[in-house]
Nanobody
Framework: QVQLVESGGGLVQPGGSLRLSCAAS????????MGWYRQAPGKQRELVAT???????NYAYSVKGRFTISRDNGKNTVYLQMNSLKPEDTAVYYC???????????WGQGTQVTVSS
């Protein structure tokens, strides 16, 4: 059974940092593009960042220069380092695994990030 388990969310002041982790119980982890998405109250889920197995990354314009996605293929884990956090970054952050060339796609349960003073 595939599981994506996120951790690292919480409450942080504006300008602060958080590091999210997503541990994936997936066979052939390298075959998946891993991503982070977020959903704020009353808004649609949106892409934050993605990373391929060889490290190619893609970021939403709103987080470029502040967030960094990375992965450890040996640990089946993807990370999201979030710096210079803003109140508008407040959302539930979801981990996603998308198997290349297929329709196989998995979601984690989400972790809450709240940026507030």
């Amino acid at each position: 059974q595939v599981q994506l388990v996120e951790s690292g969310g919480g409450l942080v002041q504006p300008g602060g940092s958080l590091r999210l982790s997503c541990a994936a119980s997936i066979s052939n982890f390298r075959l998946y593009v891993m991503g982070w998405y977020r959903q704020a109250p009353g808004k649609q889920r949106e892409l934050v960042a993605t990373i391929t197995s060889n490290g190619s990354t893609n970021y939403a314009y709103s987080v470029k220069g502040r967030f960094t996605i990375s992965r450890d293929n040996g640990k089946n884990t993807v990370y999201l380092q979030m710096n210079s956090l803003k109140p508008e970054d407040t959302a539930v952050y979801y981990c996603n695994a998308d198997k290349i060339g297929t329709r196989i796609n998995y979601w984690g349960q989400g972790t809450q990030v709240t940026v507030s003073s």
